[in-house]
């Protein structure tokens, strides 16, 4: 698998960076995880919006979702082929699409909920767990080829190939300990590197962060989801206290070989 970071912005877009959005590509299937606010701009550098072939959304705010319908608008106008599948969290698409009116090229998008267990998104595996927010959200792991998934916080989750866990946006909690144990790649909310009124329960910081990597054997770090205004190389230096493994900072452009 290939990540691409297109947006990694936290709660607004910076001078730099578009909201949330990550590319994963695996024997030409592209995935995206969340779309957030900005993103389909960037998004164009590095695949045709209408070659995406599934998309899941951590949770319903607008810095993970808010350019779902100009792609929903794009992929309608251009003539897509078929609907893309959107996963997310119950409810997401009435924040997403006012259901009292929405527009005609909303029904480019085909919404689904979390299954429960493992599921194929094409060449690819997908589990979802629920996080602690301040919203229904869930953490996402992304598997090339086969899984299998324990139960509770004892079994945590196996995968026959190459894994990214993307954390979403959470407090610590057993069961994103759980989902990336073992991972390749944890590409890791940080967003909790600034003091903000409720972050301290629904968000990491980055030394939580990489305590998360450390406890659960990930491979590498990806620290994501930095406000504008935080300093980067503090995180930076705050993460690597805790976590002996490889650390990177997620900016646009970024590509990881999973």
């Known amino acids: 698998m290939i990540l691409t970071v297109v947006g990694c912005a936290g709660t607004v877009p910076g001078p730099d960076a578009a909201c949330s959005c990550y590319l994963l590509e695996h024997a030409g299937f592209r995935l995206l995880l969340d779309l957030g606010t900005g993103a389909l701009g960037p998004l164009q550098r590095y695949a045709d919006p209408c070659a995406i072939d599934a998309v899941v959304i951590s949770h319903p705010h607008r810095d993970h979702y808010a350019d779902l319908i100009p792609l929903a608008y794009l992929r309608d106008r251009r003539g897509a082929a078929k609907r893309l599948p959107v996963t997310a969290p119950a409810g ?39 996080v602690v927010h301040s919203v229904p959200g869930v953490a996402v792991r992304v598997s090339a080829g086969g899984a299998s998934a324990g139960g509770g916080s004892e079994g945590g989750v196996s995968a026959g190939g190459a894994s990214l866990t993307y954390s979403g946006d959470s407090g610590e909690c057993d069961a994103l300990l759980d989902l990336a144990r073992g991972t390749d790649v944890l590409l890791c909310e940080a967003a909790a590197s600034v003091r903000t009124p409720g972050a301290a329960e629904t968000h990491l910081t ?23 205004w935080a300093d980067p190389l503090a995180a930076l230096r705050d993460a690597r206290q805790v976590y002996a493994g490889p650390i990177s900072l997620a900016v646009p452009g970024l590509r990881v070989m999973v």
């Not at 029904?107 to 595996?125: N, Q």
């Not at 980055?206 to 054997?217: D, H, N």
């Open 92 to 130: 997401t698409a009435a924040h997403v699409v006012n259901p009292a009116a929405p527009p005609a090229y909303a029904g480019a998008l085909d919404w689904r909920t979390p299954p429960a267990g493992p599921h194929p998104f094409g060449p690819l595996t997908v589990v979802t767990a629920p």
């Open 206 to 228: 980055p030394a939580q962060a990489a305590g998360l990597a450390r406890e659960a054997g990930a491979g590498h770090l990806v620290l994501t989801h930095l406000r504008p």
